[in-house]
Nanobody
Framework: QVQAVESGGGLVQAGGSLTLSCTPSGWNVDDYHMGWFRQSPTKGRVAVGCISFGGGTRYYSESVKGRFTVSKDTGKNTLYLQMNDLKPEDSATYYC??????????????????WGRGTRVTVSS
């Protein structure tokens, strides 16, 4: 059974930075496209940043472009989301999408059922 351990969430002031990590067990970060989604009480789960299995294609939502960077370290078998210039509206529970079915510059479609447990990010104003 594929699982993932996420870490790096927490409380930060607006303008601050956090780095989220996701380490899957059961496969490697190079096996499939992967990504980060977030969910708040008022919104459904939406894609934030995704990366293809080869690393050549990335997707970012318009609201985070220029502030967030998705990357991976194959040696550590870990997916990252570097979040800079955080805003209160970035507050949400962030989920690692262990497997993404389709990815493009304007598309990131998750394989539902392949999620990490989530890590909470709270940005204070």
């Amino acid at each position: 059974q594929v699982q993932a351990v996420e870490s790096g969430g927490g409380l930060v002031q607006a303008g601050g930075s956090l780095t989220l990590s996701c380490t899957p067990s059961g496969w490697n970060v190079d096996d499939y496209h992967m990504g980060w989604f977030r969910q708040s009480p008022t919104k459904g789960r939406v894609a934030v940043g995704c990366i293809s299995f080869g690393g050549g294609t990335r997707y970012y939502s318009e609201s985070v472009k220029g502030r967030f960077t998705v990357s991976k370290d194959t040696g550590k078998n870990t997916l990252y989301l570097q979040m800079n210039d955080l805003k209160p509206e970035d507050s949400a529970t962030y989920y690692c999408a262990i497997r993404v079915l389709r990815i493009g510059p304007t598309l990131c479609e998750p394989d539902n059922g392949y999620w990490g447990r989530g890590t909470r990010v709270t940005v204070s104003s």
